[in-house]
């Protein structure tokens, strides 16, 4: 069995008028991953997710999806889904919902019948697995989405927008379970808006845009990409001051601002200060965020987008006081 659910090599859209949806995308993603495609709208990221579900055929390329050239439509049965913005009819119950996928993929119904009380309960809707949907927020109904996404047991599942509507304890939920399916060796294709979700649970990141990978790759790789050092310090004087800055430090109000990507870089530093007697009441590290990274990259092909300068503000905890 390959280690890539995915392999994808020159996949290229082009709709009719000539609009170019791919533009060649190279991509592999290894099983048993939380995979965050992102992008601003109109990237290609639907796209691609309708060729890998067979609702559209490439224009051009070559690729490998679950084993099976991408195209192939019995691997579907190793698929699960859950559209933004879905609709599930109205008369039905949440039970229903799920017991109607689950007919939808050929399931037996003793099977059904399990996996529906299973999935419901597992999603946090025990309770209200008899009432209609009709009824429900839009956070419960992304519950639904979910329950039914999952009936089939699916290799893969592709969630969009998955905490949508969703509360802060729903969406702690939904991290919490797809960290579960990670651990079950299921890959998770995710999108969503709210970056700092991703950030909690994703393993690797593509950045879309334009019919392009932008940028991809582990994301832990990716947001230390950009790292520096801060350290607040107690008086110092003038002199220290220019002394820092000439080794590559500036200054932040009272905080020294060390470009240094590991921290026994930053140790010179601190050693300086610590000989001139000077308290360093707290020394933290900074990485981009995925929102900052984010922008970074497409920020300006963003529809109304202008440019701003990246920032690192992204705080680990501080270490104790060092005096």
């Not at 969503?192 to 909690?200: C, P, Q």
């Not at 690192?312 to 104790?320: D, F, G, I, S, Y």
Request: proline letters at 7%.
């Amino acid at each position: 069995m390959s280690e890539w659910v995915l392999d994808l090599k020159g996949v290229r859209k082009t709709y009719r008028g000539g609009v170019e949806a791919l533009r060649g995308i190279d991509l592999q993603v290894p099983r048993g991953s939380v995979f965050g495609l992102l992008g601003p709208n109109g990237a290609g990221k639907s796209t691609l997710v309708k060729i890998l579900t067979t609702i559209i055929r490439p224009t051009a390329g070559e690729g490998q999806f679950l084993g099976e050239r991408v195209g192939h439509k019995p691997t579907l049965r190793k698929v699960g889904y859950l559209p933004e913005h879905a609709r599930f009819p109205e008369y039905l119950t949440a039970r229903e919902v799920v017991k109607m996928t689950a007919g939808l993929c050929g399931m037996k119904p003793a099977l059904t019948k399990i996996r529906s009380e299973e999935l419901l309960n597992r999603v946090g809707l025990a309770d209200w697995q008899h009432k209609k949907v009709g009824g429900f927020s839009k956070g419960m109904k992304q519950r639904v989405g979910l329950a039914q996404a999952l009936v089939n047991n699916p290799e893969v599942v592709f969630l969009d927008e998955p905490t949508d509507g969703v509360d802060p304890a729903g969406r702690r939920d939904i991290r919490l379970l797809l960290e579960e399916l990670r651990a079950e060796g299921k890959t998770v294709f995710v999108n969503s808006h709210l970056l700092g979700e991703l950030e909690m649970v994703c393993d690797r990141v593509a950045i879309l845009s334009k019919g392009e990978i932008k940028l991809e790759g582990p994301l832990t790789d990716l947001m230390g990409q950009k790292v520096e050092y801060r350290a607040s310090c107690g008086k110092l004087t003038s002199e220290l001051q220019s002394s820092l800055e000439k080794k590559g430090g500036r200054w932040e109000g009272s905080q020294l601002v060390i470009p240094v990507t590991k921290a026994e870089e930053a140790m010179p530093y601190l050693d300086q200060l610590r000989e001139a007697g000077v308290v360093v009441e707290s020394f933290t590290r900074n990485s981009m965020s995925l929102e900052e990274l984010f922008m970074e990259t497409v920020g300006t092909d963003t529809p109304g987008a202008s440019p701003r300068p990246p920032q690192t503000n992204r705080q680990a905890p501080p270490l104790p006081p060092t005096s």
